[in-house]
């Protein structure tokens, strides 16, 4: 038996696939006008072009190093999609990327995103993209340019992915890599606010499907309904650091994220040294507390969140007072939340948290 394909008749275009290139181009077009609100004076030319250019300036830097780091949002973003609210997750994609480039004493530059999606949502892509200028602005860096993929049949409908990249410079001899910290040093904890982006897939496992929640309710440990908690965006420190690395001694810096407090410390210190942490020194928001009470054991919590600590400064003795009061007059809770002993230990958490 012979078979014949049918051919159509009638043009098929791009559009048909479920590509419409006319509309991605016009959103395109408008991100570029809100991506100059970003823009510092290094940018060469705007978005729009196959690359982004950059003059560096390097007139009190002597040996320019560029330090890079790239991240996501994770499952955070399924909270953003289901509440349909997108402005605060762009800023949540560059605070990943810039904090964790912050913790080497880098200064950020640029920024460049990564957009991928089944079909373009307009209003969706402007609200992320403009979260991620807000982003930008908070941590002083540009962005530079970014990508916006359209594959239908790839993601749900209403559903999107984010990747953020972002680039900085430090000068070589103030590289941190946590090799000068020594017994004596002391460990200062800057706040965060709430969960930041990490350990979203067992938030919601245990406040949607263990305990059917809705994003709606408002459980009694918190202020306010649940939605306006998870998506409360993850703090960018930039303003905070730059001026402590300017003016004081920092022997290592840490960006709590997955792994938790232990996991990520433990990251930068050299051998011979442990860091012996008091969980009554810091205050942990009430949205960790909520998750101890559905269940969530002690050890899993300590690996898998914050805890309220998004970043730990490890600095001497004599600087530590100094290094809060700048850190704090930028709006930062900073506290005392340890010191460097000699030992072998790691991270050693201790006592009852402060709530």
Known sequence: MEFVKAVTKEPIRYRDAG???????????????IAADSHRPEVIGGIGGFAGLFALNTTNITEPVLVSGTDGVGTKLLIAQQAGRHDTIGIDLVAMCVNDILTVGAEPLFFLDYLATGVLDADAGN???????????????????????EMPGMYAPGHYDLAGFAVGVVDRPKILDGSQIKPGDVVLGLGSAGLHSNGFSLVRHVLFERNQFTLEDRPSLLTGPLVDELLQPTRIYTQAILPVLRNHRVHGMAHITGGGIAGNLKRILPDGVQAVLDRASWA??????????????????????????????????DEAEAIRNLVASKEVPCNQVGAIEAGDAGVIVSGASSS
């Open 19 to 33: 590509v419409d290139v006319e509309a991605g181009d016009r959103f395109a077009a408008g991100l570029a006008q």
């Open 127 to 149: 609200q992320v993209v403009t979260g991620i200028v807000e982003g930008c602005r908070q941590s002083g860096c540009a962005l530079l340019g970014g990508e916006t993929a």
């Open 284 to 317: 942990e928001p009430p949205i960790f507390q909520l998750l101890r009470s559905l269940g969530v054991p002690p050890e899993e919590m300590d690996l898998t969140f914050n805890l309220g600590l998004g970043m730990l400064l490890v600095c001497p003795a």
